[in-house]
């Protein structure tokens, strides 16, 4: 397992844009695709983006229809780090975050071994 640390979350208007990070502890983030999911109140956490590890034809991405063409999962190895940018936000956006690992390419969140603590994104319209 790997311990993962998110930041960036924020109050930003609806149109406005955030970039979350998650940071990972430890030399094999590399080998783990890694997951963006968020939860709002009242509601089930749900999945919004995850990115694969490398392969000969690079990174393969996934999206929630809800976010696609908005938002872009990408991940820097040499940093251990996995990033969300969002753009165009909504107030439907509005949700604790979370960036989560699994071992293998997955939209399901039981197969993610690996959990941040999650960070606060809200967007006032």
């Known amino acids: 397992q790997v311990q993962l640390v998110e930041s960036g979350g924020g109050l930003v208007q609806a149109g406005g844009s955030l970039r979350l990070s998650c940071a990972a502890s430890g030399r094999t983030f590399r080998m783990y695709t890694m997951g963006w999911f968020r939860q709002a109140p009242g509601k089930d956490r749900e999945f919004v983006a995850t990115i694969s590890t490398i392969s000969w034809s690079g990174y393969s991405t996934y999206y929630a229809d809800s976010v696609k063409g908005r938002f872009t999962i990408s991940r820097d190895d040499a940093k251990n780090t996995v990033y969300l940018q969002m753009n165009s936000l909504k107030p439907e956006d509005t949700a604790v975050y979370y960036c989560?690992?699994?071992?293998?390419?997955?939209?399901?969140?039981?197969?993610?071994?690996?959990w941040g603590q999650g960070t606060q994104v809200t967007v006032s319209s």
């Open positions: 989560a690992a699994a071992g293998r390419s997955t939209a399901s969140p039981d197969e993610y071994d690996s």
